[in-house]
């Protein structure tokens, strides 16, 4: 793209944006409500939060709806499924071709860019941070519909209430492959239950390794761990004999031979247990399961549904859940260290939506999104507010914003992992079952480990990836991105507005940065609008784009 500016201002950008990414904390505040109608800086910033980014249009819509009105509506939107685009897709590849990573990552952009269930496919984006699979398992990158199914889970359930949630992640074939459950026998002689999902599921998905108080800080010092290896032990017997769904339960399906023949949609049905080489009995010698796991006893001869059942519903009732997962889907979402109080209050919602239930995943998400910590804007000046905005999100900020389109129709962005001229990160490719960030990240050497202060998304930010977040952007927004070019914007409105640059920098600022660009940036960015008056309308909405997407104060979502 050739846009005519100072090469100092592009320099600047790069350095402060390095430099400023080191600002990306949390905020506190005071009570929460509804906005019956909230302004347009207010609806972009619930947007920014709540979906894959703000449009012209949503952010219209929520000032009309209201916020109560526009979460009732995403609520009630069906889901956009996955693996129906996968499927759809077997018949148009060519000869010889198999389904594979790049197929489901078209249908991911589709729904980030397109779907109408925001607000359901953000959140289902967030818990894939959480529940953590990965394409980079060798196993689970050959079964490409099972990761769109167990996506689809992901979402279905990001609705419902998290023990639910919590069972059908459990249960579900691809993180009985990624966390080695599926197989998973009980004791004979030397050979012993494979302990990976017991211990990741406490440690990860429910409990976390210390006691905690419901506001998220730690209940003695120094911590009090939550579970100890007998637990892991115990728990790792729970969770044997679960294998590939089918309508039998011979040992040729447990271990998945192909005879008898596969189930064709094993890939994403739900484990079932075969009795045979689950671990029912706590009496033998060694005990087989423990008589207390987390201090809640599995009876004797106990079967593995009923096992299940019982050590589920005992982590899901741990008071650590509620302030464990309510303060990573607050770094997710809103910000990354998020104040004691605002943990308490979703914790607090967690654990009684106000009917008496536990769990409601859809009083969790309002009491993330519209808490006062969400909701209003820090005092400029407060340098640890907010987080840091992972590179997916980035991307997908700029396809809503600017109405990008696909020639193909498909999408067709592959992995973008490359930290030279991708974004260092690609939607369930993280590296680890830790994520692609871990949640209490600390940039070594840093004022954050002097302040006791998190940085998530740091953790894959390098000179490296800073650079090419730059050249990809750069690209991206006058040529488009994907194969061939694929994905382009559309400027028909920012165009129009050129030639009044006040206009068109309010309307990026709007739709990126929630009305909070400062003054000193908007005079940046139009300073070097107007240096070159030979400057082409287009280069003017590219320069606009671009300057903002590069600050510092855009990358830090505040």
């Given amino acids: 793209m050739h846009i005519s500016h100072s090469r100092s201002i592009l320099a600047i950008a790069k350095v402060a944006l390095f430099t400023a990414f080191l600002a990306a904390c949390g905020v506190e505040v005071s009570t929460t409500s509804d906005v019956v109608q909230p302004t347009p800086a207010q609806s972009s910033r619930l947007l920014a939060q709540a979906t894959f980014g703000?449009?012209?249009?949503?952010?219209?819509?929520?000032?009309?709806m209201g916020t109560a009105a526009w979460f009732n509506d995403?609520?009630?939107?069906?889901?956009?499924l996955h693996l129906a685009y996968m499927n759809s897709r077997v018949a148009s590849l060519p000869a010889g071709q198999n389904l594979g990573a790049n197929q489901f990552y078209e249908s991911f952009w589709q729904q980030a860019v397109k779907g109408n269930d925001q607000l359901r496919q953000r959140v289902a984006f967030a818990l894939s941070q959480i529940f953590v699979i990965s394409f980079q398992n060798t196993t689970v990158a050959t079964m490409p519909r099972g990761v769109a199914g167990y996506y689809d889970t992901l979402g279905a359930y990001a609705f419902g209430n998290f023990r639910d949630l919590l069972q059908a992640v459990t249960l579900h074939p691809m993180m009985g492959i990624y966390l080695s459950s599926l197989r998973n026998q009980k004791t004979v002689g030397a050979r012993e239950p494979d302990q990976n999902y017991a211990r990741e599921v406490m440690q990860?998905?429910?409990?976390?390794?210390?006691?905690?108080?419901?506001?998220?800080?730690?209940?003695?010092?120094?911590?009090?761990?939550?579970?100890?290896?007998?637990?892991?032990?115990?728990?790792?017997?729970?969770?044997?004999?679960?294998?590939?769904?089918?309508?039998?339960?011979?040992?040729?399906?447990?271990?998945?031979?192909?005879?008898?023949?596969?189930?064709?949609?094993r890939d994403w049905l739900p484990?079932?247990?075969?009795?045979?080489?689950?671990?029912?009995?706590?009496?033998t010698t060694p005990p087989a399961i423990?008589?207390?796991?987390?201090?809640?006893?599995?009876?004797?001869?106990?079967?593995?549904?009923d096992s299940l059942k019982i050590a589920l519903d005992t982590l899901f009732n741990h008071p650590n859940v509620g302030p464990f997962i309510g303060r990573q889907l607050i770094q997710r979402l809103v910000t990354s260290n998020p104040s004691p109080a605002y943990i308490g209050r979703v914790a607090a919602v967690f654990a009684n939506n106000g009917q008496g239930v536990r769990g409601d995943m859809k009083a969790v998400i309002k009491a993330i999104l519209l808490d006062p910590e969400a909701m209003t804007p820090p005092d400029p000046a407060n340098l640890n507010a907010g987080k840091l905005r992972e590179p997916v999100i980035r991307l997908a900020n700029w396809m809503r914003a600017f109405h990008a389109s696909s020639v193909s129709g498909r999408f067709?962005?592959?992995?973008?992992?490359?930290t030279l001229n991708g974004l260092a990160q690609t939607p369930m490719n993280s590296p680890t079952v830790f994520n692609f960030y871990r949640p209490e990240y600390q940039p070594p050497n840093t004022g954050f480990v002097a302040a006791h202060l998190f940085a998530p998304e740091m953790q894959i930010t390098d000179e490296t990836s800073v650079v090419g977040y730059l050249n990809f952007m750069r690209g991206a927004i006058s040529t488009?991105?994907?194969?061939?070019?694929?994905?382009?914007?559309?400027?028909?409105?920012?165009?129009?507005?050129?030639?009044?640059?006040?206009?068109?920098?309010?309307?990026?600022?709007?739709?990126?940065?929630q009305n909070q660009m400062s003054s000193t940036l908007r005079g940046q960015i139009l300073a070097a609008i107007n240096s070159n008056p030979n400057n082409s309308a287009a280069n003017k909405v590219?320069?606009?784009?671009?300057?903002?997407m590069a600050s510092p104060e855009y990358l830090v979502q505040k």
């Fill in 54 to 64: 703000p449009t012209a249009e949503e952010i219209k819509r929520l000032e009309t």
């Fill in 74 to 80: 995403q609520f009630a939107k069906p889901q956009t």
């Fill in 204 to 265: 990860l998905f429910t409990i976390g390794l210390r006691q905690l108080n419901q506001d998220g800080t730690d209940t003695t010092s120094p911590a009090t761990p939550t579970y100890i290896n007998d637990d892991i032990a115990g728990l790792s017997k729970v969770f044997t004999g679960w294998s590939w769904a089918g309508p039998d339960k011979s040992n040729g399906r447990f271990f998945g031979n192909s005879s008898p023949t596969p189930d064709p949609n």
């Fill in 271 to 283: 484990m079932q247990n075969y009795p045979q080489y689950h671990e029912a009995i706590y009496d």
């Fill in 290 to 305: 423990p008589e207390s796991v987390l201090g809640v006893t599995i009876p004797q001869n106990t079967s593995g549904e």
């Fill in 412 to 418: 067709l962005l592959t992995n973008l992992d490359n």
């Fill in 480 to 513: 488009g991105t994907g194969t061939a070019h694929d994905i382009t914007a559309d400027y028909t409105t920012e165009l129009a507005l050129v030639a009044t640059p006040d206009l068109l920098v309010d309307r990026v600022s709007l739709l990126l940065m």
């Fill in 542 to 548: 590219y320069l606009a784009t671009f300057l903002t």
